[in-house]
Structures are given as C-alpha cells and as structure tokens.
Nanobody, 122 residues
Framework: QVQLEESGGESVQAGGSLKLTCVAS????????MGWFRQAPGREREEVAT????????YTAASVKGRFTISQDYAKRAVYLQMNSLKPEDTATYYC???????????????WGHGTQVTVSS
C-alpha cells in the first residue's frame, strides 16, 4: 500500500510564498504520476499541478500558472509545489495524489495524502 505524506501548509499573507512537499512511501508503476489537487470549502476538488516522477512532463492549471511550480525528485520519491504570489483565493486544503497516468479528473487517482491546509489572508 502506497502512502503519501504532505507537509508545508501554513497561514501566510497575500503575496507570500510557500513550498509544499509530498513524499511517497513507494514509487511504482501505479505512482508514476504525482501531483497536487486542492479543495476549498463548498467547492469541487481541482487539479493544481501534476508531473511524472521520472521527469516525463508536467501540467499546471491556468489559474496558478506563472505563480506555482511543480518539481520532482525521483531519488527522494518526492514532488514539490512552490507557490509564489499567493492570493486569498488560493486558500484551500492541498492534497497530494498519485496514479499511473496524469489525469485532470481527481477520481482517476488511486492514492491520496491526508491534505495540508494553506490559508492566505488579505
């Protein structure tokens, strides 16, 4: 069973930066794709950024492009989300997800972390 451990969520002021980290207990064929989704209260879970752990390509949502950057470290079984120029609308619980293929649909992901809270105040 693969476990995903997230860290790095905090409360920050608008314009600030945070870096989220997700470490997988295993890297297997079923965890080739790792990435970040977020969910704000009353809203659908949405894709933020995903990447192939072996460096096969990345996707970043239009709403965060230019501000957020996803990266990976295969040796550490980790993906990171560098978040700059944070806005109040970025406030959400951020979840790490892993699956065999990078999909936009969160329901296609097999493994999930417990989430880390990011709160951006104006």
């Amino acid at each position: 069973q693969v476990q995903l451990e997230e860290s790095g969520g905090e409360s920050v002021q608008a314009g600030g930066s945070l870096k989220l980290t997700c470490v997988a207990s295993l890297v297997t064929r079923d965890t080739r794709c790792m990435g970040w989704f977020r969910q704000a209260p009353g809203r659908e879970r949405e894709e933020v950024a995903t990447t192939y752990i072996d460096g096969g390509g990345t996707y970043t949502a239009a709403s965060v492009k230019g501000r957020f950057t996803i990266s990976q470290d295969y040796a550490k079984r980790a993906v990171y989300l560098q978040m700059n120029s944070l806005k109040p609308e970025d406030t959400a619980t951020y979840y790490c997800a892993a699956g065999d293929v990078c999909y936009s649909d969160h329901e296609r992901y097999r493994y999930w972390g417990h989430g880390t809270q990011v709160t951006v105040s104006s």
